[in-house]
């Protein structure tokens, strides 16, 4: 299986990835490359074959529903590109 | 006593800084001095900080000065630049993460704090551990010590070129289809990728969540197995991180290998290798039959589709995992942007590089509508075919022996243009991640070039122990892991 420009162009908004129409036509050759790799799976019969998700057979934990966390608000903040009064900023989206 | 501090061991170091014939501050400087001269060469590391890590070395001078002593104290150590580090940048190799000074530290680097051991610095590798020759940098390419022309194989490449040329005595790595294997083979290295689970992901920047597992490279299987010890535990941050007995992977160094059963896998021994490495690889195996253990055939049938499954997953819990970057909590935002969804748009578009864009298209390709039943859920299935078909092999073989990696190290830009080569460099590594087995690599002789080849050992679940005493028995009827590169 292939895919065209307008796929490449919906796949990358999806993905929230601005993409040029000369980057898309170029990534969308190398998509198909990669495609025609994994098309070999479609190949194999996995009749009664149960998905494997983990490497490990193990259920998630459980824990006290209590606070575990201590408040480190501000040095994470300090990393964020814009804050304000412990917020982080982004733009405006209702008008 | 003589001690060569770039050819020592970690124990020997250890001694060495235990009777103070050396302090932590010496040795640390002597490590710092090389990686300051022949970084602009090698590119091993994105970040070195002198004063952070003399600051260190001090304190674990004060530490041994009061009588501690412990296995790591005092001794330096690179870390993969995935390792989040608290008031390091910790870039993933990333522009998207160029500005990231971490506020807490991964559980990896808390457990080797714990040990005293110093940051020597935080090693180049390909960005956000996606690839496999340490060319998908943000940082420019590593380059490897045996030959700088070529690559040091990646994703952890400037791990290996820091241990390789000698400017740290050992560093942790990420192995998500390969990534310490790979280049450990690629530059004449011992590296080992536990078992999945066995060492806490908390700090660890994701890539591909079911598959990623740190763990440690070194010089030699003695090396690592001290090192494994202080990396593994439980760690209740990570929700995969197993409950299991503290163990002392250095227990069975020293066990006789007689009437081992290693399996080799035909479908790795058939076309496909070169000859430099099947040669270098049989008279490893050779060397085996003298230590006592038996060689076996067995089969993976479906080992074949281990690239193809690997190269759905991995980039599907990538498009997941990278979600997070959208430059409103850390790293880059884009300067000029009509609303959020383009801020979003572009910011992605200008802080991630080709190879991660592409993983990511990919993957969100893969879980899209219409069409996730019919490859990510069909890989789930052939993952499941991959992991039984090992499962069957260890009812007949203790360890499963194969070359590492088809070829020794590849010239710089040769392969860069085409992915899917890139991606069949990791036609003998991927497999064990997909089942979640260990797997170590050890130097085994040169090839091409005079270039390193490695040979991969794999596990059963949890048999890390029994894999570094194979790996050291080897390692003390060969030298080939005492090789260096010529001073650069």
């Known amino acids: 299986m292939s895919i065209n420009l307008e796929q490449v162009g919906r796949i990358a908004r999806l993905a929230h990835i601005e993409i040029s129409p000369t980057e898309a036509a170029q990534t969308n050759q190398l998509l198909n490359g990669i495609l025609g790799l994994i098309e070999q799976l479609q190949s194999v019969d996995t009749t009664g074959i149960a998905p494997m998700a983990h490497a490990q057979d193990v259920a998630q934990r459980l824990r006290e529903d209590g606070v575990t966390e201590k408040d480190q608000r501000e040095s994470f903040q300090a990393v964020a590109p814009e804050t304000e009064a412990g917020l982080y900023l982004v733009p405006r989206v209702i008008e | ?488």
Not at chain 2, 39 to 45: C, E, H, R, S, V
Not at chain 2, 167 to 192: H, K, M, N
Not at chain 2, 387 to 413: L, Q, R, Y
Not at chain 2, 472 to 488: I, V
């Open chain 2, 1 to 488: 006593m003589i001690l060569n501090p770039i050819q020592a061991s970690l124990k020997e170091l250890a001694q060495a800084l235990g009777t103070k014939a050396i302090s932590s501050v010496e040795l640390t400087t002597l490590f710092l001095d090389r990686s300051e001269r022949l970084n602009p060469t090698l590119n091993a590391f994105i970040t070195l900080d002198r004063d952070k890590t003399l600051a260190m070395a001090r304190a674990a001078d004060v530490r041994l000065a009061t009588g501690e002593t412990g296995p790591l104290l005092g001794i330096p150590l690179a870390y993969k630049d995935i390792f989040c580090m608290e008031g390091w940048l910790t870039t993933c190799a990333s522009k998207m993460l160029a500005n990231f000074v971490s506020p807490y530290d991964a559980h990896v680097v808390e457990q080797f704090k714990k040990a005293g051991m110093v940051t020597l610095g935080k090693c180049n590798m390909d960005e956000f551990a996606m690839g496999s020759s340490t060319e998908n940098s943000f940082y420019g390419p590593a380059k490897n010590p045996w030959d700088v022309r070529r690559v040091p194989g990646g994703s952890s490449g400037g791990s290996a070129v820091a241990i390789a040329a000698r400017l740290a005595p050992a560093a942790t790595g990420t192995d998500t289809g390969g990534s310490i294997r790979q280049p450990a083979a690629l530059c004449g290295l011992t590296g080992i990728k536990p078992t999945y689970g066995v060492v806490s992901r908390y700090g660890m920047i994701a890539f591909a969540s079911s598959l990623d597992q740190g763990g440690p490279m070194a010089k030699s299987a003695e090396d690592c197995a001290l090192l494994l010890g202080a990396m593994a535990g439980f760690d209740p941050r990570d929700s995969t991180s197993l409950q299991r007995p503290a163990e002392d992977y250095r227990r069975s160094l020293e066990k006789p290998l007689d009437g081992l059963r290693i399996g080799l896998p035909k479908e790795f021994f058939c076309a496909g290798m070169s000859d430099d490495v099947r040669s270098a690889v049989d008279a490893a195996l050779g060397e085996y039959r003298k230590l006592g253990a038996r060689t076996i055939e067995v089969s993976l049938p479906n080992s074949g589709l281990s690239v193809p499954a690997y190269y759905v997953i991995a980039p599907a819990e990538a498009s997941s995992n990278l979600s997070r970057f959208d430059g409103v909590r850390y790293g880059y935002r884009a300067p000029d942007y009509s609303d959020l969804a383009d801020m979003y748009c572009k910011t992605r578009a200008q802080g991630f590089g080709a190879e991660v864009k592409r993983r990511i298209l990919i993957g969100t390709y893969v879980l899209s509508h219409g069409y996730y039943d019919a490859y990510y859920l069909q890989a789930q299935k052939v993952r499941r075919l991959i992991a039984n078909d090992f499962a069957e092999a260890f009812k007949h073989c203790d360890i499963i022996a194969s070359p590492t990696t088809p070829n020794v190290a590849f010239e710089i830009g040769s392969k860069s243009s085409d992915p899917v080569q890139m991606y069949l460099s990791d036609i003998y590594t991927t497999s064990a991640n997909l089942a979640g087995l260990p797997g170590l690599s050890i130097p085994c002789g040169f090839g091409a070039g005079n270039m390193p080849v490695g040979l991969q050992l794999i596990g059963n679940y949890f048999d890390e122990a029994r894999m570094l005493n194979l790996a050291h028995r080897y390692q003390q009827a060969t030298d080939w892991h005492l090789r260096m590169p010529e001073e650069l």
